[in-house]
C-alpha cells in the first residue's frame, strides 16, 4: 500500500496558486518526500523532493510539516499545462517508491 | 542530454504471443526500474536493477514476466504467454547511483487481443 493519501482530484483557476496537499503520517526519518506530475499518456516527471526543510525550484514549491507527517506542494501561478496527476511519495534507502493514485488536478481558464 | 527512451511505443499482439519490451537508460545511470501502470490506476513497480546487485525482482506479477540489463545499461523486460490482464503502458526509470530522482522514459503501450 502507499505510504502517502491525496486527494482524489482537486481543481484551481488559471495564474492562481495551487496547494496540493498530502500526508504521510507513518514516514520514517531518513525518508525523502518526493513529488511527481503525470500529464496524460507521458511517463511521470520529477517535481521536487525534501527531507524536512522547505523547498523551492523553477517549477514549485515544497512546504513540509515541523513534525513531517504531511506536506504541500504548491504551484505558485498555475497554468492549463499544468493540468495533471500529481504523485506524492516517501522512499529512503531502499529506493522502491510505492506510487498511489495521486491527486488529478485541473487548472481551469 | 539524451533522456531515458523506450521502444516500441506501442506494441499489439495476440494472447499467448511472447513480447519483448526495450529500455535505453540515461547514460551514467547505475539504476534502472520498471513499472507498469494500468488505465486509471497508479504505477505498479516491476523491478529494480542497482549496478551489480541482484535485481529485485519482487513485483513481478508471475514467471512469465523477467528482465534482464546487459552491460549495465540497455534492459529489455519480456512476458512470455501474454494474456489479456498484461495489456497495460510499460514505464522504465532510471537514476544515478545514489540520487532517488527518477528521470522516466515515454513508456511501451502493450495491448494483448
Known amino acids: 500500500d502507499a505510504k502517502t493519501t491525496q486527494p482524489t482530484s482537486m481543481d484551481c483557476a488559471e495564474g492562481r496558486a495551487a496547494n496540493l496537499p498530502c500526508n504521510h503520517s507513518?514516514?520514517?526519518?531518513?525518508?525523502?518526500v518526493y513529488w511527481y506530475r503525470q500529464i496524460h499518456s507521458q511517463g511521470p516527471q520529477y517535481i521536487i523532493h525534501g527531507l524536512k526543510n522547505n523547498e523551492t525550484n523553477e517549477m514549485a514549491s515544497l512546504i513540509i510539516t515541523e513534525d513531517r507527517k504531511s506536506s504541500t506542494l504548491i504551484l505558485p501561478h498555475a497554468t492549463l499545462r499544468d493540468t495533471a496527476v500529481y504523485y506524492c511519495l516517501v522512499a529512503g534507502n531502499n529506493r522502491k517508491l510505492i506510487w498511489g493514485l495521486g491527486t488529478s488536478l485541473a487548472v481551469n481558464p | 542530454g539524451a533522456g531515458v527512451s523506450q521502444s516500441p511505443s506501442n506494441k499489439v499482439t495476440e494472447k499467448g504471443k511472447d513480447v519483448e519490451l526495450r529500455c535505453d537508460p540515461i547514460s551514467g545511470h547505475t539504476a534502472l526500474y520498471w513499472y507498469r501502470q494500468s488505465l486509471g490506476q497508479g504505477l505498479e513497480f516491476l523491478i529494480y536493477?542497482?549496478?551489480?546487485?541482484?535485481?529485485?525482482k519482487s513485483g513481478l506479477p508471475s514467471d512469465r514476466f523477467s528482465a534482464e540489463r546487459t552491460g549495465g545499461s540497455v534492459s529489455t523486460l519480456t512476458i512470455q504467454r501474454t494474456q489479456q490482464e498484461d495489456s497495460a503502458v510499460y514505464l522504465c526509470?532510471?537514476?544515478?547511483?545514489?540520487?532517488?530522482?527518477?528521470?522516466f522514459g515515454p513508456g511501451t503501450r502493450l495491448t494483448v487481443l
Open positions: 536493477f542497482q549496478g551489480n546487485s541482484a535485481p529485485d
Open positions: 507513518t514516514i520514517s526519518g531518513n525518508e525523502y
Open positions: 526509470a532510471s537514476h544515478r547511483g545514489n540520487q532517488d530522482t527518477q528521470y
